[in-house]
């Protein structure tokens, strides 16, 4: 189903169309709210208010622009709503710090550099860190952060390479340690 033909659809109050759509779209506004708000129960709960607005106000799309960007600009907006509202957080279980930790098999290594690179990604700005993310790890263009981030692509293009470097710089004396 094409961008203009869901969105008729939607309009129509289709509810096969928004089926279509929390189907095709979940994962990746998912992975966006989670950015923003760095908690899975928090953006599942963004992802499902941003369908309900997506819904209800699927008059206002403009057809001849990427129904992906427009309402991953919907998930954007829910999840910095959210995360205003829940300015303050419970303290993590120990449990959780536990899981983490590494243990003596095979896979301590790639824990162990996730664990890092999550860290290194939380010390970035989050322009950045939801640029290089959506970049390198869910491989939206440029132009499409631009507009998801409504700043221009030569400012995504520098948000880019600089977090890049920083997570180089952060990341390189643990690759040096790990191997």
């Known amino acids: 189903m094409h961008d203009p033909e869901l969105s008729a659809r939607l309009a129509a109050g289709d509810p096969d169309a928004f089926a279509r759509m929390v189907t095709e779209f979940t994962p990746t506004a998912r992975r966006l709210a989670r950015l923003v708000l760095r908690d899975d129960a928090d953006a599942d709960d963004a992802v499902q208010e941003a369908f309900l607005r997506a819904w209800q106000m699927v008059e206002r799309y403009d057809p001849r622009r990427p129904f992906r960007a ?3 600009q919907i998930v954007m907006n829910a999840a910095r709503d959210l995360r205003r509202k829940r300015r303050v957080r419970a303290t993590e279980p120990l ?8 243990g003596p098999d095979r896979d301590a290594a790639r824990a162990l550099m996730r664990d890092a690179l999550a860290e290194a990604l939380e010390r970035l700005p989050e322009r950045s860190r ?7 790890a869910e491989g ?14 030569g400012t995504v293009r520098s948000d880019v390479f600089h977090a890049r470097r920083a997570l180089r710089r952060q990341l390189t004396p643990f690759l040096e340690e790990v191997t």
């Open 140 to 153: 939206y263009s440029h132009a499409e952060i631009a507009d998801l981030l409504d700043i221009p692509e």
């Open 70 to 72: 427009w309402l991953m």
């Open 95 to 102: 449990a959780e710090h536990a899981e983490r930790r590494p």
């Open 130 to 136: 939801i640029a290089v993310t959506l970049f390198d």
